[in-house]
């Protein structure tokens, strides 16, 4: 059974650094795409970004795009979420995904595995 595991949450002034990973479990081989969501305090769940197979392509949200940065090592099934300049509103739950086959999605449901979640809190 395919299993999704967040790390790297936690507590961060403005301006800070976090990084989150996600390892995969169950799978010798690599996903087509990993990627990130995040839902914060009372709003929708949304994409974050993703990333193909060997980093050929990433996808950013805007409001992500110059402080958040993914990879992935295939050979570990892991994604990494690298986030810089963070602002309090990027307070949310990060949700790792992953899709066996096709591109890229701001679909969630475009997913085929979703992991449980990790949060962070940006605080003033």
């Known amino acids: 059974q395919v299993q999704l595991v967040e790390s790297g949450g936690g507590l961060v002034q403005a301006g800070g650094s976090l990084r989150l990973s996600c390892a995969a479990s169950?799978?010798?081989?690599?996903?087509?795409?990993m990627g990130w969501f995040r839902r914060a305090p009372g709003k929708e769940r949304e994409f974050v970004t993703a990333i193909s197979w060997n980093g050929g392509r990433t996808d950013y949200a805007d409001s992500v795009k110059g402080r958040f940065t993914i990879s992935r090592a295939d050979a570990k099934n892991t994604v990494y979420l690298q986030m810089d300049s963070l602002k309090p509103e990027d307070t949310a739950v990060y949700y790792c995904?992953?899709?066996?086959?096709?591109?890229?999605?701001?679909?969630?449901?475009?997913?085929?595995?979703w992991g449980q979640g990790t949060q962070v809190t940006v605080s003033l």
């Open positions: 169950g799978r010798t081989f690599s996903f087509n795409v």
């Open positions: 995904v992953a899709r066996n086959f096709g591109a890229p999605t701001t679909n969630w449901g475009g997913y085929d595995y």
